[in-house]
């Protein structure tokens, strides 16, 4: 069974910086698509960065520039690295991840990492 699992959150002050990891286990077909999104208290979850096959990256605007989306196939671990992080970057962080198998797509979700970014 596919498992994601995420580390790396905590509490940073504005201005510092977090690498974020999700860690895949139990994929016996090849990663279509990762990403990471968010969840801030009373917003929907939104999406933050996204890779795909072949090593395109999307961001959105708001980390555009301070955000770095990577993946290590070796570990088959997907990281985000947050640089001048701001107090509206305090969110709950997930990672996603989906697999193209028999023309189905499968989709699977981390539990979360807190992010908390205070002075």
């Known amino acids: 069974q596919v498992q994601l699992v995420e580390s790396g959150g905590g509490l940073v002050q504005p201005g510092g910086s977090l690498r974020l990891s999700c860690a895949a286990s139990?994929?016996?077909?090849?990663?279509?698509?990762m990403a990471w999104h968010r969840q801030a208290p009373g917003k929907q979850r939104e999406l933050v960065a996204d890779?795909?096959?072949?090593?395109?990256?999307d961001y959105a605007d708001s980390v555009k520039g301070r955000s770095t989306i990577s993946r290590d196939d070796a570990k088959n671990t997907l990281y985000l690295q947050m640089n001048s992080l701001k107090p509206e970057d305090t969110a709950v962080y997930y990672c996603?991840?989906?697999?193209?198998?028999?023309?189905?797509?499968?989709?699977?979700w981390g539990q979360g990492t807190q992010v908390t970014v205070s002075s």
């Open positions: 996603y991840l989906d697999v193209l198998f028999d023309g189905r797509l499968f989709e699977y």
């Open positions: 139990g994929t016996n077909f090849a990663i279509n698509h």
């Open positions: 890779w795909r096959s072949g090593g395109s990256t």
